[in-house]
């Protein structure tokens, strides 16, 4: 993970939880595509056909059916690398909200109340205040304050901290990719 600015940091909070929701239908997409890419690759599976399949009665010559084998196992594995690296890139995102809440965590609870109310659910500060019963200038102050710590605790952290779902996918998956596959 990458460390963050102060800016960087208010637009990853304000838009975390639409972000996991995203991310959520997203991943739905991809293992819909992988189940209907499985169906695809069931279906057509010429190494269990016998010569009563049809292949060679259709007019298939041995050289044809090599290459519709050959293309369409290009064309798998180049479908396979491309899901598995969106889902990658989906984990890498869930594993960083994931640790952004755990940092979040780490803060004083009233700090923690205060980004959560003013980036997360979008309160305006003069209602925060009102609510925390603060004065605003106050309130600018320990957002400041809570903004400082959040960042100290994320960026000392963030570069040692691994994607640990999507390197969990990876070990998983990189047996079956081809020879030399990047993944």
Known sequence: MNRMTKEEMIEFLKGMDQRRQILEEEKRRVRGSVETLEEAIQRNNFSRNTDESGIIAS??????????????ERDIEEETRSMVKRMREILETEDQIDFVRWCLFQIPAREQQVLQELYVNDVVIDALAEQMCLSTSYLYKLRSRAMNRLLSVYNSRCEARPYTKAERLIRDVRPYMPEGSVV
């Not at 007019?59 to 369409?72: A, Q």
């Open 59 to 72: 007019g298939f010559s041995p050289d044809k059916v090599l290459r519709v084998l050959l293309n369409s």
